[in-house]
Every structure is written in structure tokens, then in C-alpha cells.
């Protein structure tokens, strides 16, 4: 898979291609303190150059990956529109990966806490060890910088341009930063192609954490390039009304208020909203019974499909359920290839079959199942189906 990555979150303009083949080049701009980002000047430029230098086309890419931030809003605005103008234009999968993470990726063996500038004397941080999250992406206070780097680990080392500006925070508190002139502190569009393929990859939503920087100027500047926001958060009651209309226009025997009223309130179960811009633009419910997390229901609303929603739905409920360590399965009829095609490239493997399970029109279920072993491609640890009352028809 060609892979073009990019990041324009912080002010530099970072850039990197990585080839099908495994060669993989960077270029970055990184402007002097106090001067302009000229992110817009340069992102097109740098990639049309390590294209150029690595003999391919634009049509050559399969995926363009950006950086979502968390960051400013003009710099992620340019990001995010050049990745899906790109994306657009030459048919390529377009993934958005966290800034945040993409800082920490290059380091191994240690707990990382990732600190970039968020202006305004804040500073947006997140701690990771060897890719797993310790403290999810947050924007603080600097003075609360020092609390954050020691619950991520005993011996984390804080990096960033964050990291060197509130360098005296960090160390009055006991936490390392990596010496100035390291380049741990600029984030590596290398690390974002390097995510992209190993998983790392969330939808392509800019992730700007202050509601300030996702209002600055929005009124003045909205075009139809303009990055829309998405919001993965708990379903709650309030949403039934808008949940029972797209349910309404995703199934031929759509569930009913009742029903969903029903899974809200058992306490086991993970149930998301996915809101676009304010609006509910899809949701997953999902039941515990023993260890195994049962994927009832999962919908978009058809206007705001193959934008990444389910996939982010399914990431954050992966995360809320315990991640690669915990089971999931679901049904799924054998004629809906999108869903099956969703779910296979989350790891999900086929595991099973109930013929003529939907009464409608007889049509079979296809028993699907995520566990560590099919997350390596093997069906060894998928206990025997056990079918739930009112699965996804
Ligand atoms: C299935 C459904 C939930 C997918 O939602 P979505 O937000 O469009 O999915 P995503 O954008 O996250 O798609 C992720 C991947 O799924 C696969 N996929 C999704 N829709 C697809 C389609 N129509 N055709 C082929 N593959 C599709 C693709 O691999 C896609 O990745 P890509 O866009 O990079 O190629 C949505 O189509 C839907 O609501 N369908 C009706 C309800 C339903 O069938 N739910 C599942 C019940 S088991």
C-alpha cells in the first residue's frame, strides 16, 4: 500500500510517502518560533516532491493519512481539507490518525508523554507506553502537566514543543524532557503512515479538544471544504427520537423505541452516539453477557456513510470494552457486504452460520467474531456461537 502522510496540527508542515515497498522518504517545514505556519504554501508542495523523488503518481496512492490533532483550527482545517481533496481526486482511502499518538509512536520501552502547545498558556497532552493509551488526549493547565506525566508512568519522559515550553512545569514536578535539540519533539508524518498501517488509524475528524479553537472563526471562514466534527459519546435517552429515525431508514424490520430503551438500561452494555456537527449521524448498541460483548445493532444514516463513523463507533467501543484483550461478536446478514466488509477490516472473521435466521425474508446470519486470535487471522480462541434474543436483524 502507497501511503502519503501528512501533519498540520502543530505549525510546522510535516510530510512523509511510504511505498508499497517499504521505502519511506519525509520533508517538513518547520517554521522559526513566532513566524507563520505556512502549511498551506507547503504541504502540496512537499508531498508532490517525495512523489515525484520516489517515481510515483498521485493516482499511485491507496490511502492518504492526516494528522488530526489535537491542534489549531486553521492548521488542522488546511490538513484535513488538502488529505480529503487528495483523497477525493485520486480514489484513495483517506484515515485520520491522532496527532497526539503520532508524537509518541517513535518511542519505545518507556511511558511517553506527549505535550503539544496549545497557545493561550495551555498545553493538549496524552501519555502513551508502546502504543497503548495511559491517559487519554486532554487539554490543561501547565501546572497540572507534572500530576499527568507521573500517573502515566514512573519513569515517562515528556516530549513536544509543549514538552519545551513548559519544560520548568515538567521538571519542578520530576518528569524528564528530552533534550531540546532531539527530534522527538516535532511530529513525524512517518509515524502517521507507520500507524496507519498498524492499526493506529481513527476516523478522519479534526480532534481540536477546546470548543474555542473549533469556533474560531468558523462563521467567517465555513466553505464546502470545511472539515466537519465528529463527536463519539454515550447514547443517552434523549437521543431515541433521532436513533428511531435512522434506524428507521437503515433496516427492513427496524427495532423499535422499546427495544432500545431496553439495552440503555442495562448497566453491562456500551451504548454510542456519533454526532456530525451537532446532529446524531449514527449509533452502536452493544450487550455483555459473560465475557463476550454482543454487537446488537450498528447504523448510519445513509447521507453520512463511507465518512469513518461506524469505524470510529467501533474503535471507541472496542476501547470502552477493554481492546485487543476482549471478544466480540455479532450476526449479520450474508447479503450486507458493506457491514461484513466493515466489520472484516476491524477484525472480525467469519466464525458460523444460522440459516434462514432473519424472518423477513429467510435470509441466512452470518456469525462474525473479534478476539485476539482473529485479530492474527486465526479462529482458535471463538468459543461456540451462542445465539441473544433480538440480535440485529
Ligand atoms: C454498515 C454501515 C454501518 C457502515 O457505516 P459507515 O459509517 O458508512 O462505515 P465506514 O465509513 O466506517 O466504513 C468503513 C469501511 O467499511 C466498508 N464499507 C462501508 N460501507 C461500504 C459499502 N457500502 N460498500 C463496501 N464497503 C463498505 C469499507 O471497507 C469502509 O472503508 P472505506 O470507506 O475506507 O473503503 C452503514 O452502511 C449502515 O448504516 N448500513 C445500514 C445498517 C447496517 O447494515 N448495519 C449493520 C448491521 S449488521
Not at 502543530?10 to 518560533?33: E, F, H, I, K, Y
Request: aromatic share 6%; with cysteine.
Amino acid at each position: 500500500m502507497n501511503i502519503l502522510g501528512l501533519d498540520s496540527a502543530t505549525p510546522s508542515t510535516a510530510v512523509a510517502l511510504a511505498r508499497a515497498d517499504g521505502l519511506l522518504s519525509a520533508a517538513r517545514d518547520d517554521v522559526p518560533d513566532g513566524r507563520r505556519p505556512q502549511h498551506a504554501q507547503r504541504l502540496l508542495t512537499l508531498a508532490a516532491g517525495l512523489l515525484a523523488d520516489a517515481g510515483l503518481r498521485w493516482r499511485d496512492l491507496d490511502a492518504v493519512a492526516v494528522g488530526v490533532g489535537p491542534g489549531g483550527y486553521t492548521g488542522l482545517r488546511i490538513g484535513l481539507a488538502t488529505a480529503h481533496g487528495i483523497a477525493t481526486a485520486v480514489g484513495a482511502r483517506l484515515l485520520g490518525v491522532s496527532t497526539l499518538r503520532a508524537l509518541a509512536e517513535p518511542v519505545h520501552g518507556r511511558a511517553v508523554l506527549a505535550v503539544l502547545d496549545a497557545r493561550r498558556g495551555e498545553a493538549f497532552v496524552a501519555a502513551y507506553e508502546d502504543g497503548e493509551e495511559r491517559l487519554p488526549p486532554r487539554v490543561c493547565d501547565p501546572a497540572a502537566l507534572a500530576r499527568h506525566g507521573a500517573a502515566a508512568g514512573p519513569d515517562s519522559l515528556a516530549i513536544g514543543d509543549g514538552a519545551l515550553r513548559f519544560r520548568a512545569f515538567l521538571e519542578d514536578g520530576g518528569i524528564a524532557v528530552a533534550p531540546a535539540e532531539s527530534e522527538l519533539h516535532r511530529v513525524s508524518a512517518a509515524a502517521i503512515c507507520r500507524l496507519a498501517v498498524t492499526g493506529g488509524a481513527t476516523a478522519a475528524f479534526p480532534e481540536y479538544l477546546r470548543v474555542a479553537d473549533a469556533r474560531a472563526r468558523a462563521s467567517v471562514h465555513h466553505t464546502m471544504t470545511e472539515p466537519a466534527r465528529l463527536e463519539i459519546r454515550s447514547l443517552a435517552y434523549s437521543d431515541l427520537p433521532a436513533v428511531a429515525a435512522i434506524e428507521r431508514r437503515a433496516f427492513p424490520t427496524p427495532w423499535s423505541i422499546a427495544m432500545f430503551v431496553l439495552e440503555l438500561s442495562k448497566p453491562t452494555g456500551v451504548c454510542l452516539a456519533a454526532v456530525l456537527d451537532g446532529k446524531l449521524a449514527g449509533y452502536t448498541i452493544c450487550s455483555r453477557y459473560d465475557n463476550v460483548w454482543h454487537v446488537m445493532n450498528v447504523a448510519v444514516a445513509p447521507e453520512a456513510r463511507r465518512r469513518g463513523i461506524a469505524s470510529a463507533l467501533l474503535a471507541e467501543l472496542y476501547a470502552r470494552a477493554g481492546g485487543e484483550r476482549a471478544q466480540f461478536t455479532l450476526e449479520v446478514r450474508r447479503s450486507n457486504q458493506a457491514a461484513i466488509d466493515l466489520y472484516h477490516r476491524d477484525g472480525f472473521r467469519i466464525a458460523g452460520l444460522r440459516r434462514r435466521y432473519y424472518q423477513d425474508n429467510g435470509e441466512d446470519a452470518l456469525i462474525m467474531w473479534r478476539t485476539p486470535a482473529t485479530l492474527e487471522g486465526r479462529l482458535d480462541d471463538v468459543p461456540a456461537a451462542d445465539p441473544v434474543a433480538h440480535h440485529r436483524p
